[in-house]
């Protein structure tokens, strides 16, 4: 039987530090063996890197990049798969978000995934087994309208697009890390699976989205707006 995968969890954060210390706990009870955690800290006035700072005394596989200003959650991303792949080289890479959004619970099949040989598995909420608890009508309207959206104009074939939380193999993870991506946005999820489509085996998840329990949404009108103009650019 082969060793289990090292798996390196690289989550994003601006203003996050109400939710970090419940992030690692979730990580520790999610029972994946050789996890780290790298956090990708955009400057965060809130004190999110001091607490990311004061966890990792005691846990030595918690990291931290430091940021100097938000430059977008794809730029995090990328830069953040740089500087695992460089310091840890792990065979997994996951996204998730530090709202505790994502259930570290899911994180197992994930893995499980990219050991069975995909390159990239969504935790999805748009198949058989998958769902949302805590939106509104519209929240609902609006996400399954851009899911449709973007694999309309972009030939995707999974049904949730959109997803946030997803686990790369470090061949797949090396090439949407040093990609020149049109999106730097919330629009980068759509164009990393349109980068990666043709060539790599993408298969999906099922997990349950619940809603923020703390903190701000960093999701508003506007970026809403640049998803759908940023997915017409890369379709044109």
Not at 34 to 47: A, N
Not at 64 to 77: C, F, V
Not at 101 to 116: C, E, F, T, W, Y
Not at 143 to 149: F, K, L, V, W
Request: charged share 25%; with cysteine; aromatic share 6%.
């Amino acid at each position: 039987m082969p060793p289990p995968a090292s798996v390196c969890v690289v989550v994003p954060t601006y203003n996050e530090k109400e939710n970090v210390a419940p992030l690692v706990e979730s990580l520790e009870r999610a029972g994946v063996p050789d996890l780290s955690l790298l956090i990708v800290d955009d400057g965060s006035p809130d004190g999110t890197s001091e607490e990311v700072k004061r966890l990792s005394e005691s846990r030595p596989w918690i990291e931290l990049l430091q940021r100097e200003r938000k430059m977008g959650i794809g730029s995090a991303y990328q830069d953040g798969f740089k500087a695992a792949i460089g310091s840890k080289r792990p065979d997994v890479l996951v996204e998730m978000d530090a709202d505790l959004q994502h259930p570290a619970s899911a994180l197992p099949g994930l893995v499980k995934a990219i050991a069975d040989g995909a390159a990239v598995s969504i935790a999805s909420r748009y198949i058989h087994g998958g769902g949302i608890s805590g939106w509104g009508r519209l929240r609902r309207i609006v996400s399954r309208a851009a899911n449709a959206y973007a694999r309309s104009m972009l030939g995707l074939k999974v049904k949730d697009a959109t997803s946030g939380y997803r686990a790369f193999s470090r061949a797949a993870a090396e090439t949407v890390a040093h990609a020149e991506l049109p999106a730097k946005g919330f629009e980068f999820q759509v164009a990393t699976l349109h980068l990666l489509k043709d060539e790599w085996r993408i298969v999906e998840v099922p997990f349950t989205f619940t809603e923020r329990a703390a903190g701000k949404s960093k999701l508003g009108l506007a970026d809403v707006g640049k998803f759908f103009v940023a997915v017409l650019r890369m379709a044109l």
